[in-house]
């Protein structure tokens, strides 16, 4: 049977459809997802996937002792389910705010945060596993303030310094008045005896230090003076001692309950996971042997499940979000863009790859959870947030590039240099 052979103008009819669909999916696409480059695009997938991924482990880690503590397999991953349902939108939201909405707040951020921390010194205050670092709202809600300062603090940083200009290549101008407002910050938190959290914060502050184009020799007096600090620090807990003691000396049967229990567990874990993985939701380790399986040692579990191949693929996936927000920084014009970005980044990767490094053993436990993949509320929201300040700003960032106009901060630094 002779079948219709289009006509052009049937074909030219088709042709323009395809083309007004395409176009009206691209300006949905535009207005619904964050994304303004590659690299912008790059970085929002990977953190969708390991948000994703997150919550398959989180239930598949958490279930076990979901039943044991609740009688309920869903408590935990219902839980970080919510903190991702309101996390993702607020990442939405927060990727479509122009650029001066966080200077303005960059101050306001900084003292409400500081203020939140203060907090966990009253009667609201909580403390969890030898750590005052929480503020619970009666028997369901619970904050960390500490993941919020870590925002806070790379807006702020970010804010001071891009309107330095040329003279954060002095040592003054550079530290003042970084050095008072981060030690106050970060004090707080050690005085909650969370050591991991301080770590990472300290690292944050050095990481956007570096980024803004502080000299080196002005980078390391400063951290000279941290290091000689934490020793006493960390000398005055018993806990964090055994903990490096057992780092150095080596985790052995014989110390299976002198402080061994969860590096060793961790271990075993990971070893019996091989290449590809006793199968998702089949672990040994999650039935009460191994602490903190739906968080700080998540990795382990994602080892043992998945295998070498998900420990992996995991890596890379951190290893793609480094290189996103590289990407991002050298794109970037604004001086505010490129140090609030590095920061965040510091405090991400930085974290993800202590967190691992812990689970392999090459560090001592310091007790931080694995960024995007973790069970946590308050990580979760504080992460998902600051990956929608970064999207906004290269937003922002190469909005006024396509304008050809200066950004806000370079005029300003270039103002400032001029009065001076």
Known sequence: MKQDTPTPLQEADDSGFAVRVTQSAKSVAAKVLPVSSGATALLFGVVMFLVTFGMVMVFAASSVDSVRSEQNILSVVFRQGLFTFFGIPLMLIAARVKEGFYRRVAVWGVLLGIALQCLVFTPLGDEYGGNRNWIRFGDFVSIQPSEFVKLALAVWIGFVLSR???????????????????????????????????????????????????????????????????????????????????????????????????????????????????????????????????????????????????????????????????????????PFTKIVTGAVMVWIVGQA??????????????????????????????????IGVVLA????????????????????????????
């Not at 202590?354 to 992460?383: D, F, K, R």
């Open 393 to 420: 700003l290269a937003r922002s960032d190469r909005q006024s590039s396509q304008d050809g106009e200066a950004p806000e901060d370079v005029r300003l630094a270039v103002r400032a240099e001029g009065r001076a």
């Open 164 to 334: 330095k200009g040329g003279r954060v290549r002095e040592f003054i101008p550079a530290w003042i008045p970084v050095a008072p407002v981060a030690i106050l910050a970060i004090g707080l938190v050690m005085l909650g005896r969370d050591f991991g959290t301080v770590v990472i914060m300290v690292a944050l502050v050095f990481g956007a230090m570096f980024i803004a184009g502080v000299k080196i020799r002005h980078l390391l007096a400063p951290l000279i003076v941290v290091s000689v600090v934490a020793v006493p620090i960390v000398l005055s807990s018993p806990s964090r001692v055994r903990r490096i003691q057992h780092f150095f000396d080596g985790c052995t049967e014989a110390e299976y309950y002198a402080g061994c229990w969860q590096q060793l567990h961790g271990t075993w874990a990971m070893s019996g996971g091989g290449v590809l993985g006793v199968g998702l939701g089949n672990s040994r380790a999650k039935w009460n042997w191994l602490p903190e399986a739906d968080s700080d040692y998540i990795f382990a579990i994602i080892a043992e499940e998945l295998g070498m191949i998900g420990a992996i693929t995991v890596l890379l996936l951190y290893a793609v979000m480094t290189y996103a927000f590289i990407r991002i920084i050298r794109e970037a014009q604004s």
């Open 353 to 386: 790859f202590v967190n691992i490094a812990v689970v392999l053993g090459l560090l001592p436990v310091l007790g931080v959870p694995l960024p995007l993949v973790s069970a946590g509320g308050s990580q979760t929201l504080a992460t998902l947030l600051a």
